[in-house]
C-alpha cells in the first residue's frame, strides 16, 4: 500500500493542476467577456490579466494568442444567443408578426452589440470574425424570410435588400447610438419602416 503514497500524491496533484487551469481559463473568458461588454472593445492581454487575477502568461498558457481568446468569446456569445434567436415561431396578423419580430431582434442586438463593435474593430485583421458575423446574419435573413413568408414574395429585389437593411443589426446601433433613442422607441421606429415598405408594395 505505501508504496502507491506517491501515485497517489501525483495523481492528486495533477487533478488539481487541471482543476486550477479549468478555473483560470474560466476567469480569463469572463474578464474578457466583461471588458468588452463595458465598452472596451480590443482589450490587451495585460487588462484580461487584471481583470482575470492572473499572470499575462497564465493569459498566453491557455490561449496561443489574443486572437484566439477573442474567437472562443465569440463562440461563447453564439452559445448564448441562439435560445434568443430560436424563441417560439412568430405567428398571427401582420402587425403582431413584425412586432415580435423587431422585439426578438432588439433583445439579440441589444445582447451582442458591444461584441459586434469589438468585432468591427477587428474584422480586417481576422477573417474569423467575418464568419462569425456572416453566420448570424444569414440566420437572421432566414428567419426574416420566414416570417415574412406571405408578404416578401410580392417585393421587387430593391424593397427586399431595403427590408433586410431595415432589420439589421447596423440599423439597429444607428438608432440606438448615433441617434440616441431609446430601445422602445428604436424598436416602434423600426416596425413602422417595415410596416411602411411592405404596404407600399
Known amino acids: 500500500m505505501s508504496s502507491r503514497v506517491p501515485e497517489r500524491k501525483a495523481a492528486n496533484a495533477n487533478d488539481g493542476r487541471v482543476r ?3 478555473r483560470n481559463r474560466a476567469y480569463i473568458m469572463d474578464a474578457i467577456f466583461e471588458l468588452v461588454r463595458e465598452g472596451v472593445p480590443l482589450p490587451t492581454a495585460e487588462q484580461v ?7 499575462t502568461r497564465t ?3 491557455h490561449y496561443d494568442d489574443m486572437e484566439s481568446l477573442f474567437v472562443e468569446m465569440q463562440s ?8 434568443l434567436l430560436e424563441g417560439p ?3 398571427g396578423p401582420i402587425e403582431e408578426r413584425v412586432r415580435q419580430l423587431v422585439a426578438r431582434r432588439a433583445r ?16 480586417i485583421r481576422s477573417p474569423l470574425f467575418q464568419e462569425g458575423d456572416a453566420e448570424l446574419d444569414r440566420e437572421l435573413r432566414v428567419q426574416l ?4 413568408a406571405a408578404e416578401i414574395p410580392s417585393l421587387d429585389e430593391d424593397a427586399r435588400e431595403a427590408l433586410e437593411m431595415a432589420t439589421s443589426f447596423e440599423a439597429w446601433d444607428r438608432l440606438r447610438n448615433a441617434q440616441r433613442l431609446g430601445r422602445e422607441r ?5 416596425e413602422g419602416a417595415i410596416l411602411a415598405m411592405l404596404r407600399s408594395k
Open 145 to 148: 424570410r420566414e416570417v415574412l
Open 76 to 83: 461563447r456569445l453564439e452559445g448564448e444567443v441562439r435560445p
Open 20 to 22: 486550477r487551469g479549468a
Open 49 to 55: 490579466a487584471q481583470r482575470a487575477g492572473v499572470g
Open 59 to 61: 493569459v498566453f498558457r
Open 89 to 91: 415561431a412568430i405567428e
Open 186 to 190: 428604436a424598436q416602434r421606429v423600426i
Open 108 to 123: 439579440i442586438f441589444e445582447r451582442i452589440a458591444p461584441f459586434r463593435r469589438s468585432a468591427n474593430v477587428q474584422r
